[in-house]
């Protein structure tokens, strides 16, 4: 029997609705920030026959921000429901909601700015099951040698939905006849097709699935129990007690926390500063506002297509790929956003390179932290993703509010090249402390004692057991 899996099979089927979950997940939260622009600027609205809203900076930064406050919310019960019942429901039921709520921005928006705060809190509360169900989902279906390229390209769909939405969304907004409320209308209707297909096609594990080959969901199986990673999590008790007091588990939420403050950071404010310090129109600046998430897109496969060949080699250790794939990730952009600070205004070219290389280099960090969670714990990747995500989203709901105040006067350079130093040290030091702190190795609470029957030094069956078992299921 060959060692791999083969080229493509039911786990790249399954990754590649991930993939579309996490694009239209993307898209959803993203649109708003094009959106905003055309919603409150009368100029960007005359061709397209659409309602103008005169909300100043603070507001705008409020509704920017209120999608986090639900968000935040159920990231720790998204994590366990997908870990008890299968990330397959609790992901298409969330993925729904938000996309219900996404179609009806429009007329909340009509309500008044209070009301599409509400309807954005709301979709947050939906999307807030995306990672931790996902993460779930891929410690089911990735074996450990094709982890980084498999999640790397699952979670590339943020940034494509970013692009998207970027990209399309100037466009429609200044479009007669379609307006602003087409980029929520479009984007909602199509998660909503996704959750029906999902419902259809999709699955919680290899175990479940109709169309798979008992071939690869041996092989997947086989993968993952000669790493002692794989349990039915729902038959183990969650080991809250250690994962809260695991230094491993805090650097990646210091990681993640760094990640969410830069990465939205940038997100929600760039097409503000492309509008109104780089003059770039709407429809420009949908187009070249997305051009740093394609950078991001192509460099985030690049390196852990990179970093997945360097750990089956056995040039680095896990935790040293993941540590070098963070720093790049983070400490990269940190200086691009330094120099950022010193470019004139009368070189947009220079300073638009420059944002391309900062979010380009960001993408580094989805090999780094991200796919972290499943190296420390893949029984509870979903519920570590949902803890990560809870508390470094705080960060997402800071970070525009601190750029709103840093940068009031949002066609002031300087006031922007202070909102550029701040998310530089805070990529800085959080990095730090996760290449300090950092590990890459199964924790031992991966397998509780209590499901073990009384194998409490053990992190999974003894090794001649797992031999034993996996030769017996290659054979076959």
């Not at 891929?138 to 390209?153: V, Y």
């Not at 470019?343 to 780094?368: D, E, H, R, S």
Request: neutral net charge; hydrophobic residues 50%.
């Amino acid at each position: 029997m060959a060692k791999d899996g083969g080229w493509f099979g039911q786990r790249h089927v399954i990754a590649t609705f991930a993939f579309f979950a996490v694009t239209i997940g993307y898209a959803q939260r993203v649109n708003l920030s094009i959106a905003i622009v055309a919603m409150t600027d009368r100029n960007t609205t005359l061709d397209s026959d659409t309602e103008y809203f005169p909300w100043d900076e603070g507001i705008r930064s409020a509704i920017l921000s209120s999608f986090f406050w639900g968000y935040v919310v159920t990231q720790i019960p998204a994590g366990q429901l997908a870990e008890r019942f299968g990330p397959k429901i609790v992901l298409a039921v969330g993925v729904g909601l938000c996309s219900l709520f996404t179609l009806v921005s429009p007329l909340a928006a009509n309500g008044g700015w209070e009301w599409l705060c509400a309807c954005r809190v709301f979709q947050g509360l939906g999307q807030a099951v995306l990672y931790p169900s996902i993460h779930a989902l891929l410690a089911r279906w990735c074996p450990p040698c094709e982890r980084g390229r498999i999640s790397t390209f699952t979670y590339t769909g943020a940034q494509i939905g970013t692009v998207v939405a970027l990209a399309t969304g100037g466009i429609l907004a200044a479009t007669r006849g379609l307006g602003w409320p087409s980029i929520f209308y479009i984007f909602g209707g199509l998660g909503l097709l996704w959750s029906v297909v999902w419902l259809i096609f999709g699955s919680s594990g290899p175990d479940e699935h109709r169309w798979i080959s008992d071939w690869e969901s041996q092989y997947i199986l086989s993968a993952l129990d000669s790493q002692k990673e794989n349990s039915a999590p729902k038959e183990l008790k969650t080991p809250w007690k250690s994962i809260l007091t695991s230094i491993p588990v805090l650097a990646i939420l210091m990681a993640h926390g760094g990640q969410n403050w830069g990465y939205w950071t940038l997100l929600t404010q760039l097409p503000t500063y492309m509008a109104n310090v780089l003059n770039y129109n709407i429809k420009h600046n949908g187009l070249l506002s997305a051009l740093p998430y394609v950078a991001m897109s192509i460099f985030s496969l690049v390196i852990s297509w990179l970093s997945d060949q360097a750990l089956g080699r056995k040039w680095l250790s896990i935790a040293a790929a993941r540590k070098l794939a963070n720093s790049i990730g983070h400490w990269g952009p940190a200086i691009a956003l330094i120099i950022l600070g010193y470019i004139p205004i009368n070189q947009p070219l220079a300073a638009l390179g420059l944002l391309i290389l900062a979010v380009g280099l960001n993408g580094a960090a989805f090999v780094g932290y991200q796919v972290n969670h499943i190296d420390l714990s893949p029984n509870f990747a979903g519920t570590l993703m949902g803890i990560t995500n809870c508390i470094a989203n705080l960060m997402s709901i800071v970070a525009p509010l601190v750029a709103g105040e840093l940068a009031p006067d949002s066609s002031n350079a300087d006031q922007w090249r202070m909102v550029f130093f701040v998310t530089a040290a805070i990529y800085f030091v959080l990095n730090l402390i996760f290449v300090i702190f950092g590990k890459g190795e199964v924790q031992s609470w991966n397998q509780p004692s209590s499901a073990n029957k009384g194998h409490s030094n053990k992190v999974g069956p003894s090794s001649t057991e797992t031999e034993n078992e996996t030769v017996f299921v290659v054979r076959l």
